[in-house]
């Protein structure tokens, strides 16, 4: 699920008969914080001419971002082979394009990590070519070695 909402109002502004700029307005929630300040972003020709409803600096940055490169931190989990538990928790280490998730999502089905698992480990190199790899969040301890400490 998505977490921010987006419309879009886009029209061309004419001047002297002829066409002189784009201009958007797109309305986003921040999702810098629970409180989900409504942002309204105004583009001329894809570029930022104003930002309002942000309450704090995070708001604007998130904003001026989510217009002009929007990026997202991909979370999922891979199955384990060996380990106390089944699957392991994995993100990407950082934020990767938006329009590269799916590609991420799909790179990441199929993919098993074998048991030990330490948390930070990297589980899949530059994740859909993007450079970013996918890391576990959590420890996964080998079968055996529980059953040895039982
Ligand atoms: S603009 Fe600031 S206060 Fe409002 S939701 Fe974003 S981070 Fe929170």
Sequence with gaps: MEQFSQTKEASPVSGGGKETAAREVRSLTCIGCPLGCTLTVELENGQVKSIAGSTCRRGDDYARKEVTNPTRIITSTVRVIGGAEEMVSVKTRTDIPRESIARCVKALKGIEAAAPVRMGEVIL??????????????????????????
């Design 125 to 150: 190199e530059n994740a859909a070519g993007t450079g970013v790899d996918v890391i576990a969040t959590k420890e996964i301890a080998a079968e055996n070695r529980l059953r040895d400490e039982a």
